[in-house]
């Protein structure tokens, strides 16, 4: 079982940057992968980025390609979105997830996770 925690969302202009943070519990967060996603209201949840827990390995939504970064810190069970030159089609809710433990995948898809954090919200003013 995970328990992840967001934080670091708010409001920042356009152009802006913010950085995400997500804590994780237990002891075998360096084998999972980890991802970010983003939920508008009424909207699908949408794949931002990832990062594997074999190679680090990262992946990105084509919008956020070159203006946002994936990473990890292992020894501190945590995940980052760097989040620079934000536009106001960023503005959403924010989420921290994780698949199963050992899973392989494309790893872009939110079925594919099964632990989820409470959300942070992003707002990006023009």
């Known amino acids: 079982q995970v328990q992840l925690v967001e934080s670091g969302g708010g409001l920042v202009q356009a152009g802006g940057s913010l950085r995400l943070s997500c804590a994780a519990s237990?002891?075998?967060?360096?084998?999972?992968?980890m991802g970010w996603f983003r939920q508008a209201p009424g909207k699908e949840r949408d794949f931002v980025a990832a990062?594997?827990?074999?190679?680090?390995?990262?992946y990105y939504a084509a919008s956020v390609k070159g203006r946002f970064t994936i990473s990890r810190d292992n020894a501190k069970n945590t995940v980052y979105l760097q989040m620079n030159s934000l536009k106001p089609e960023d503005t959403d809710v924010y989420y921290c997830?994780?698949?199963?433990?050992?899973?392989?995948?494309?790893?872009?898809?939110?079925?594919?996770?099964?632990?989820w954090g409470q959300g942070t919200q992003v707002t990006v003013s023009s």
């Open positions: 237990g002891r075998t967060f360096s084998t999972y992968t």
């Open positions: 990062i594997s827990w074999s190679d680090g390995t990262t």
């Open positions: 997830a994780a698949p199963l433990e050992g899973y392989t995948g494309s790893n872009t898809y939110h079925e594919e996770y099964d632990y």
